[in-house]
């Protein structure tokens, strides 16, 4: 240290006063001061040196050691670039993408990001790649993005390394490949980069490109959280609330879910509010469950738009205002959320806060249907059984229902075995018919418990062919049938 300062001082070195500014800086052998380091800096910068000129900048820019000034920065900075001074071309660079200190040029930005990424820097091969991934200042091109992306990563930038680890887990610019993705994702969480430890985490809770290791994902979201990252907040709530890695504990996972939510993260405003409107960790409250569902809503949450909408299509915490709620639902369903394409038909079919429109419906139930979306599969059946809003075809109106039924929505099945007692769509089938009655009165519904009544008399009592077909006023009129069934307890 007396070398360097002897060096700095007596000799006027500016290579020795930089370096005696950076031991200011971050506290080498020396006590950490912010205005010592400045002046040294600027004493190395006085005589020309790149490095000093850099660093200049950056305290210019940043206001370390000296009032911020932001012309100022950009100023030093140009003076080390000019001396090729990679940091420097970098830093022109960064400023030119956010407008710092001269007017905002994404093109400029990439020009230099280029000049000091040719030159090896990483951290402008990192934001290059970026560039070229997002189409900022440049043509979108994936697999330059990647290839600036790995020159950076093979320096050991964690940003670098997180951003290749999340282009192999989703195939962007280069093959898709989960192993790779999880390893790129360990160089930069070892390195403590709060992002990757979270996507390492979230790889391991799923078993991602390495084993499935539910405690070791909630050991990276910790990590990643302990660094204030809010999706790691938000994941620890989910984790609390499903017991993933740990026992399940509500209130924790409020805890998480509030720190989250309170740093704008929509996700996390979305679990939020499910957590009010539902008594989850907090006692039930509407009001406040529409709080955090209008301000993730507000983000552009597409799921939080639709329990927006139903909040006000109910009036659920929030006076009762369909055309409100339709609104939110059109929000939701443009982001083709096929719940809320479902409630917006709906919406249309019934005239709730628009115009009765059966085409509309069958519009937005088809949307949703096409995303095999059971409740809008039955809607639009019912709609093509009775041709309302679009052309009648019991046949296609029974392979909806069929695809509903099977997962498990009751209302389809109800109709898929209407198909199958009548025939509509299909061959008459009271086997069949029989079955998915029983399937429907079974999950509680009333009206196919009543056919199942009927039908089992059909199919029981009476012989196929020994007596003419019957119908139900038949049957009652002959005493097969006998009232009606009791209301379910």
């Known amino acids: 240290m007396d070398w360097i300062i002897q060096g700095a001082t007596v000799d006027n070195e500016s290579c020795c006063q930089y370096v005696l500014g950076v031991c200011y800086h971050d506290g080498v052998g020396l006590l950490k001061d912010e205005v010592k380091a400045f002046y040294w800096y600027k004493a190395s910068a006085d005589q020309g040196n790149p490095r000093g000129q850099g660093i200049l900048g950056y305290c210019y820019g940043e206001g370390f050691g000296t009032q911020k000034d932001e012309l100022e920065a950009m100023r030093w900075y140009r003076l080390a670039a000019a001396q090729g001074e990679t940091v420097a071309i970098y830093n022109v660079g960064y400023c030119y993408e956010d407008g710092i200190g001269v007017e905002k040029n994404l093109v400029e930005a990439v020009k230099w990001y280029r000049i000091s990424a040719e030159q090896g820097n990483a951290f402008a091969q990192n934001s290059l790649g970026y560039c070229f991934e997002d189409g900022i200042g440049v043509k979108q091109d994936f697999k330059l993005a990647t290839y600036w992306y790995k020159k950076s990563a093979h320096q050991g930038y964690p940003w670098a390394e997180c951003n290749l680890g999340y282009c192999y887990q989703n195939g962007i610019g280069l093959e898709k490949d989960d192993q790779l993705g999880a390893y790129w994702y360990k160089k930069a969480a070892l390195q403590g980069h709060a992002r990757a430890q979270h996507n390492l985490g979230f790889c391991c809770q799923n078993g991602i490109g390495v084993t499935k290791n539910e405690k070791e994902a909630v050991r990276w979201y910790r990590r990643s959280a302990e660094r204030e990252n809010i999706f790691a907040y938000h994941s620890l709530g989910y984790c609390y609330q499903n017991g993933i890695g740990v026992d399940v504990n509500e209130q924790e996972a409020v805890f998480w879910y509030y720190l989250s939510a309170e740093e704008h993260h929509a996700p996390a405003q979305l679990s939020l509010g499910y957590c009010y409107r539902n008594g989850i960790g907090v006692p039930k409250n509407e009001q406040e469950a529409v709080k955090w569902f209008r301000q993730s ?156 009544r009927r039908l089992l008399v059909r199919a029981c009592l009476v012989s196929p062919g020994s007596l003419p077909v019957m119908s139900d006023d038949d049957l009652m009129c002959s005493g097969f049938i006998c009232g009606h069934s009791a209301p379910a307890a």
């Open 297 to 452: 809503a507000e983000q552009g949450n597409a799921l939080a738009q639709n329990s927006l909408g139903f909040c006000y299509e109910e009036g659920l915490g929030v006076k009762k205002d369909c055309t409100r709620a339709v609104y939110w639902y059109h929000k939701s369903a443009r982001q083709n959320n096929p719940w809320a394409q479902c409630n917006l038909g709906f919406c249309y079919a019934n005239g709730i806060g628009v115009e009765q429109d059966n085409s509309k419906a069958c519009h937005w139930y088809k949307q949703a249907a096409t995303q095999n979306h059971a409740r809008a599969l039955d809607k639009l059946g019912l709609h093509l059984q009775n041709g309302l809003g679009i052309e009648k075809d019991l046949n296609v109106a029974f392979q909806l229902f069929s695809k509903a039924a099977e997962q498990d929505h009751v209302a389809a099945q109800y109709h898929l075995a209407n198909c199958y007692e009548k025939g509509w769509g299909v061959a008459m089938d009271l086997r069949q018919a029989t079955h998915w009655f029983e399937k429907a009165a079974m999950a509680g519904c009333r009206s196919s418990h009543e056919r199942l």
